[in-house]
């Protein structure tokens, strides 16, 4: 799958790789999140994702020129999910629709597990 932003000059062209990168450094930034699940979390086992993995921990969806970025996080005990939630929300947005021009719809976290 590949996103496609056309200006004046011609067509920029990302692959799900690159969003996926730029939405998990993003994450990674916010405090409380210990780190990045894999996306296939089968049997109840979540597997924290080393640094250069992040991308694993995000699925990436275009849809009429707008984003859905999914999210699969682990975040840190004693810490308020929906403020995590929100935080996050907000600077994947924002760092995906400055850096790149695209127009994201919506930002879906999904909280993995919680780590001590």
Not at 46 to 56: G, P, Q, T, W
Not at 60 to 87: M, P, Q, R
Not at 89 to 106: A, M, P
Request: glycine content about 8%; overall charge neutral.
């Amino acid at each position: 799958m590949t996103c496609k932003l056309i200006t004046g000059l011609g067509a920029i062209n990302y692959s799900e790789e690159v969003l996926a990168n730029i939405a998990g450094v993003s994450t990674m930034e916010c405090y409380g999140v210990v780190g990045m699940a894999s996306k296939r979390a089968t049997d109840g086992l979540v597997e924290l994702l080393k640094r250069e993995n992040l991308s694993k921990g995000v699925k990436v969806s275009s849809e009429n020129d707008e984003l859905t970025v999914e999210l699969f996080i682990i975040v840190e005990y004693g810490t308020k999910i929906s403020v995590i939630a929100n935080n996050i929300i907000q600077k994947v947005k924002y760092t995906l629709e400055k850096l790149t021009g695209l127009n994201v719809e919506k930002v879906i976290v999904n909280v993995q597990g919680v780590r001590v």
